[in-house]
T-cell receptor
Framework: NAGVTQTPKFQVLKTGQSMTLQCAQD?????MYWYRQDPGMGLRLIYY???????DKGEVPNGYNVSRLNKREFSLRLESAAPSQTSVYFC??????????????FGPGTRLTVL | DQQVKQNSPSLSVQEGRISILNCDYT??????FLWYKKYPAEGPTFLIS?????DKNEDGRFTVFLNKSAKHLSLHIVPSQPGDSAVYFC???????????????FGQGTTLQVKP
C-alpha cells in the first residue's frame, strides 16, 4: 500500500499563478484533510472533507479551494498564488477505528514557493 | 490564540536517558490527544495517542501522560535513541459526540536531539 501520496513534491510559482495540489489515499478512509506548515509553527488545517461529496473550511481557508473528487482523491487549488502561501502542504486521511482510536496518516508533503 | 502550546522549541538528551516533551492546551473541550514525529522532508508519522478517559498510555519506549486538571500532557521516551532525533508535535481534537470531524489542532513542535 502506498498510503497517502501527494504530487508534486516541489513547486515554484509566480505571484498570481494558479495550481492544484493533488492527494490520493488507498486506505479506503472516509475523511481527508489539507494542512500547511510554516517555520516555527505547527500544522494548520486549511480544509477538510469528512466524507465523499462534502468539504468544509478549517482554520486558514482564505485563498484556497478544494475538491473531493471521489473517495480516494482530495485536491487543493490556489487560484491566484501569493507569497504568503509559501509553505509546506500536507494531505492526510483519517482512520477512525473506534471513538478512542482515531489517527490521521500524512503524505510526504508539497513544498511550495511563491515568488 | 494558540489552543495547543509546546513551550520548548528544542530539547537535547544523551542516548539511553529519558526524553520528556511537554504540551499544554487551553480548550477544555479537547478530549483526544496525539503525538506525531516528523523527520525533515517527510510527513508527520503517528506515534501514540490518549483519550481523556485515561491518564496514561504506553507503547514500547513511548508513554504519554495526561493531566486533565492542569490541561497538560507529556511524552516520555525511555531509553532515548539517536534515531528518535526529530520534531515532535502534539495535537488535540474534540472527539466525542455527533459531528465528530476529526479536526486536529497542533502545537508548534519540539525538536529533539539525542546525542550518541
Amino acid at each position: 500500500n502506498a498510503g497517502v501520496t501527494q504530487t508534486p513534491k516541489f513547486q515554484v510559482l509566480k505571484t498570481g499563478q494558479s495550481m492544484t495540489l493533488q492527494c490520493a489515499q488507498d486506505m479506503n478512509h472516509n475523511s481527508m484533510y489539507w494542512y500547511r506548515q510554516d517555520p516555527g509553527m505547527g500544522l494548520r488545517l486549511i480544509y477538510y472533507s469528512a466524507s465523499e461529496g462534502t468539504t468544509d473550511k478549517g482554520e486558514v481557508p482564505n485563498g484556497y479551494n478544494v475538491s473531493r473528487l471521489n473517495k480516494r482523491e482530495f485536491s487543493l487549488r490556489l487560484e491566484s498564488a501569493a507569497p504568503s502561501q509559501t509553505s509546506v502542504y500536507f494531505c492526510a486521511s483519517r482512520l477512525q477505528a473506534s471513538l478512542y482510536t482515531d489517527t490521521q496518516y500524512f503524505g510526504p508533503g508539497t513544498r511550495l514557493t511563491v515568488l | 490564540d494558540q489552543q495547543v502550546k509546546q513551550n520548548s522549541p528544542s530539547l537535547s538528551v544523551q542516548e539511553g536517558r529519558i526524553s520528556i516533551l511537554n504540551c499544554d492546551y487551553t480548550n477544555s473541550m479537547f478530549d483526544y490527544f496525539l503525538w506525531y514525529k516528523k523527520y525533515p522532508a517527510e510527513g508527520p508519522t503517528f506515534l501514540i495517542s490518549i483519550s481523556s478517559i485515561k491518564d496514561k498510555n504506553e507503547d514500547g519506549r513511548f508513554t504519554v501522560f495526561l493531566n486533565k486538571s492542569a490541561k497538560h500532557l507529556s511524552l516520555h521516551i525511555v531509553p532515548s535513541q539517536p534515531g528518535d532525533s526529530a520534531v515532535y508535535f502534539c495535537a488535540a481534537s474534540g472527539n466525542s459526540g455527533s459531528g465528530n470531524t476529526g479536526k486536529l489542532i497542533f502545537g508548534q513542535g519540539t525538536t529533539l536531539q539525542v546525542k550518541p
